[in-house]
């Protein structure tokens, strides 16, 4: 396998693709921190509970993730087909499941959001604030869902600098409704933290119409029209959604799950690690932009090149994605020591808190190297490929297999310092990492998906 590809046109398409894709996700880290931020200034109870209570928007935010992405990995191969008729019916089938998969997350967080709650935590001020931020955020989610699917398959057709406007805008409306619902300014009462959810409700607003007007009335790659709501979804859509799709959504859905069981055990090791993980989760996202972005260009390149039937094309350029992956990954390591001790200081959190989450941020080192590798060769370049069986085992596996059993042991069971619970509940990260590099070698997988 070569490690680098000597193609300037390859590299102008994965700059094309990874820096907007790297602003966007600079914007949403911005709103992270302005959330915690700001949130954190009411008080440490409130950060507790809008951290765990937002483990169920995450759940839906990840399967929406893997709905969208096991629907790219269908687009991206048929955008390098140029087959647009085919990519519609793929839009169409995805709205439909995205309807489904939002009015039963809305339906929980309504009329299930204590005993949700009471899954993560038993300290019932937590449960109380959480309750409150969960019945207003819980609106959200049909608009956030179709925002996450739109965007994602304009993705794989090289349409991303939209998703920079739309999270510009978004954060914006976010940050400014924070600041009149938080804290009661513009004559607007204190809400606290549902003032806080009440700003994520209208900034999600502003996305949902901003993709509207975009999608509907300027795109003119794909073309779908609202019309194409109603339209027939050919047998073979659906047939290779379910072989090569549906194994990247229960991916999602079983990672998002076996994510928020390491939640279950912050929580119950107490609200100090659940607020300083909230913390170092902020530094993560800021350290890992240009991660992601290299990962949702690998997954798209992939697909195109697969999709016009250059398979050793295709090989070639995963191992230039591998050797980014450890650059970005020791970039993204060195980050996090760099702004550690400066990240903390942001917040208004007890001094045991803020210790704990500078502790929690030396091992968040070491996660972020291994997840970069993780995310561009299996999120990105394996899962881009077609060969999502893979991904799901690994992913997982590695999740249900060592992450998991581990945090539960260490942190409920034996009671181990919370930092060192912390290193166990990531340790799959770096099984991951080496999984996928020996898959990428072995050249096994190369999957044609619109055959």
């Known amino acids: 396998m070569s490690i680098l590809v000597r193609d300037r046109i390859f590299y102008k398409k994965l700059l094309t693709i990874s820096v907007p894709i790297a602003l966007q996700n600079l914007i949403t880290f911005g709103v992270s921190m302005m959330d915690t931020v700001m949130v954190g200034q009411v008080g440490e109870v409130q950060l507790t509970a809008a951290s765990l209570a937002g483990q169920i928007g995450f759940i839906y935010m990840i399967i929406n993730f893997g709905l969208s992405s096991g629907c790219g990995i269908l687009t991206a191969q048929f955008w390098g087909k140029k087959d647009t008729e085919s990519i519609r019916m793929v839009m ?19 009329l299930l959001s204590e005993q949700l709650m009471r899954i993560y935590t038993v300290d019932e001020a937590v449960i109380a604030e959480g309750v409150r931020y ?15 699917v739109s965007l994602g398959i304009l993705r794989t057709v090289g349409t991303v600098n939209i998703s920079v406007v739309i999270y510009s805008v978004s954060f914006v409306v976010n940050v400014f409704f924070n600041w009149v619902f938080i804290f009661g300014n513009l004559g607007a009462p204190a809400l606290g933290i549902v003032g806080a959810a009440l700003g994520t409700l209208i900034a999600r607003v ?51 799950i076996g994510n928020s069981m390491t939640a279950v055990v912050m929580g119950r090791v107490g609200s100090e690690m659940v607020a300083a993980n909230s913390i170092a989760g902020v530094v993560s996202q800021f350290a890992s932009v240009l991660v992601q972005g290299v990962a949702n260009s690998a997954a798209v390149i992939t697909g195109n090149t697969i999709g016009a039937g250059e398979y050793e094309k295709a090989k070639k350029q995963a ?17 996090v020591l760099a702004t550690r001790t400066a990240a903390v200081d942001f917040y208004n959190v007890s001094d045991s808190t803020k210790a704990l989450a500078h502790q929690m941020m030396t091992v968040l080192a070491g996660v972020c190297f291994f997840q970069s590798v993780g995310s561009v060769n299996l999120i990105g370049t394996l899962r881009g490929g077609g060969d999502s069986r893979f991904v799901l085992m690994c992913d997982v596996g590695s999740l249900w297999a060592f992450a998991v059993p581990a945090g539960f042991l260490t942190g409920l069971v034996f009671h181990w310092p919370a930092a060192v619970v912390y290193l166990f509940l990531r340790i799959d990260e770096a099984v991951k990492a080496v999984a996928c590099l020996l898959r990428l070698i072995s050249g096994k997988w190369v999957r044609d998906v619109t055959q």
């Open 134 to 148: 969960l019945r207003v955020v819980g609106l959200t989610y049909v608009l956030y869902g179709f925002t996450l």
């Open 206 to 256: 502003a996305e949902f119409l901003l993709v509207c007007w975009f999608l509907f009335f300027r795109e003119n790659q794909i073309c779908f029209r609202p019309r194409h709501f109603l339209g027939r979804i050919r047998r073979e859509i659906w047939s290779s959604y379910g072989r090569y799709g549906i194994p990247v959504l229960c991916n999602e859905v079983c990672w998002s």
């Open 319 to 335: 191992g230039t994605f591998a050797a980014l992956s450890i650059l970005f990954g020791l970039l993204a390591a060195g980050l």
């Open 92 to 110: 169409n089938m995805a709205y439909r499941l995205a309807v489904s998969i939002a009015a039963a997350f809305t339906l929980a967080a309504l």
